[in-house]
């Protein structure tokens, strides 16, 4: 008896996602505070964070969303770097930081990903950048290519 396998395509869950990569010295609390500001947006912190395992050991990555209903899309800031390791029931005592190990190791150099999942116009895209590229505690802004290697770190699990 032969089995058929389904394959999915990744172009089709890509195709209304923009990726956009921030360098910031702030921590991701205050960044996503003049994030918020800039965007008007209410980024809050998610109850989880993004959950990576490195060397067999569950480490964290503060995450903030907003789902706006209004235009159908989904905000997320993931921060790069800095996680917390341990699990959801750890005191703090047992959490500790471990400073520099990216999400994404391909792209170690971005302090955060900005992530937008839904439709919108190329104007409001353009604003969005300009509204970003014009923030002072924002350093740079790339729009991260989605075929590159580990993006998929990002993604829900």
């Not at 918020?36 to 903030?64: I, Q, T």
């Not at 790069?80 to 792209?107: F, H, M, R």
């Not at 580990?150 to 699990?157: D, T």
Request: aromatic share 10%.
């Amino acid at each position: 008896m032969s089995g058929a396998k389904l394959k999915l395509d990744d172009d089709f869950y890509f195709e209304e996602l923009k990726i956009y990569g921030l360098v910031s010295d702030l921590p991701s609390y205050r960044l996503c505070y003049f994030i918020n500001n800039s965007l008007g947006l209410e980024l809050k912190r998610s109850v989880l964070d993004k959950k990576f395992v490195h060397k067999g050991n569950p480490v964290n990555y503060p995450c903030y969303e907003q789902q706006d209903e209004k235009l159908g899309l989904h905000w997320s800031l993931i921060a790069n770097k800095n996680p917390w390791a341990g699990d959801a029931k750890s005191e703090p005592p047992q959490t500790y930081i471990i400073s520099g190990l990216p999400l994404v190791p391909a792209l170690k150099v971005i302090d955060f990903f900005l992530m937008v999942e839904g439709e919108c116009s190329p104007t409001q895209e353009k604003e969005r950048i300009k509204a970003l590229k014009a923030m002072p505690q924002v350093r740079a802004l790339e729009e991260i290519d989605l075929t590159t290697k580990n993006i998929h770190h990002l993604l829900p699990n």
